[in-house]
């Protein structure tokens, strides 16, 4: 694991068919930023699925191998909405820099989900700068959080 910000970063990336450009598009970025990375999903552009994919990415933060998860598919809709039937998972789907670092400010996201034919190259790296570089600000937000908590059990 390597250093991103101050804190030790692992990140895991998947996405389905429609998701698969913009997901290497994003390795390219976690490649020129140093940070490490673990790629599943779908490796080439034939149909997957992307609640499988979601399933996949999910349990390795789950099982703590990752710090941090993203996931696309088409419209990024599909798979957050699998994303956050997984117990632990806060997924976001963002598609401008204000939603990612609110996500992260208030809500604690721990996985980021885009769409591949929603948003464009550029966006995204920013989008996923902004998610990875913001702390969670606690407080009376982790009240609320913990309130999320109580209605996964
Ligand atoms: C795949 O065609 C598409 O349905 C999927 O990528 C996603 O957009 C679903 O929400």
Redesign the pocket.
């Known amino acids: 694991m390597r250093l991103y910000g101050a804190v030790f970063f692992m990140i895991v990336i998947g996405s ?4 698969f450009e913009l997901k290497c598009e994003i390795i390219k970025f976690l490649k020129e930023k140093n940070i490490d990375f673990i790629e599943l999903g779908c490796m080439d552009g034939s149909s997957c699925d ?1 609640p499988l994919v979601a399933k996949e990415v999910c349990e390795k933060i789950v099982d703590g191998s990752a710090d941090k998860a993203i996931l696309i ?7 957050s909405i699998a994303a956050n039937k997984i117990k632990g998972i806060r997924a976001a789907l963002c598609t401008n820099e204000y939603m990612a670092k609110y996500t992260r400010l208030h809500n604690d996201a721990n996985v980021l989900c885009m ?1 591949g ?1 929603v948003i464009g190259a550029g966006v995204a790296a920013e989008i996923t700068e902004t998610f990875l570089n913001t702390e969670f600000e606690g407080g009376r937000h982790q009240r609320r959080v913990d309130q999320i908590t109580e209605i996964e059990k």
């Open positions: 389905d068919h429609a998701g992307y598919c088409g419209t990024g809709i599909g798979i769409g034919r």
